[in-house]
């Protein structure tokens, strides 16, 4: 059985910066924003990934409190230049971080305007060999 990891909850004190903050500087796709009387809540997805973020206001989200989600892991395959996305976003990043340099050991973070953070790690490989098919990216893009 396969178990695939879809959607994690991050948790914001205000919707509308969060999603200018993943949609504009991050450059997460805002797949949907929904409201209705249970919720107000928006998804979002990085390029190339099978996993969103889902920010809002679900009850699991309203249990934990804005900016104490840490450590959440994005891959990238050159981070110099992710990095230098973000930085040119306008997003506050430590350092590039070479822990060991064989491939996946070098990183960056950033967080968001409510303190969640984000490890960024580099991998080459995910250039030539991406998890999800580039044809497949574009089929789910254009849904």
């Known amino acids: 059985m396969d178990w695939t990891l879809e959607v994690v909850i991050v948790p ?3 919707l509308g910066r969060s999603v200018a903050f993943y949609r504009d500087q991050v450059g997460f796709h805002l797949d949907h924003e929904t409201t209705n009387e249970h919720m107000h ?3 979002l997805t990085p390029r190339g990934s099978g996993c969103s973020i889902v920010i809002g206001s679900l009850p699991s989200q309203n249990a934990m409190p804005p900016g104490s989600l840490h450590g959440v892991q994005l891959v990238v395959a050159d981070a110099r230049q992710a990095r230098d996305e973000l930085v040119g976003r306008g997003v506050e990043c430590s350092d590039l971080t ?3 340099e ?3 050991g070098t990183f960056f973070g950033f967080a968001d305007p409510d303190g969640n953070t984000w490890a960024v790690q580099q991998i080459r490989a995910r250039a030539e060999r991406p998890l999800i098919p580039r044809d497949h990216r ?3 893009a254009e849904a």
């Open 12 to 14: 914001v004190s205000d």
């Open 138 to 140: 574009q089929r789910f």
């Open 98 to 100: 070479v822990f060991d």
């Open 102 to 104: 064989r491939d996946g």
């Open 41 to 43: 809540v928006a998804q």
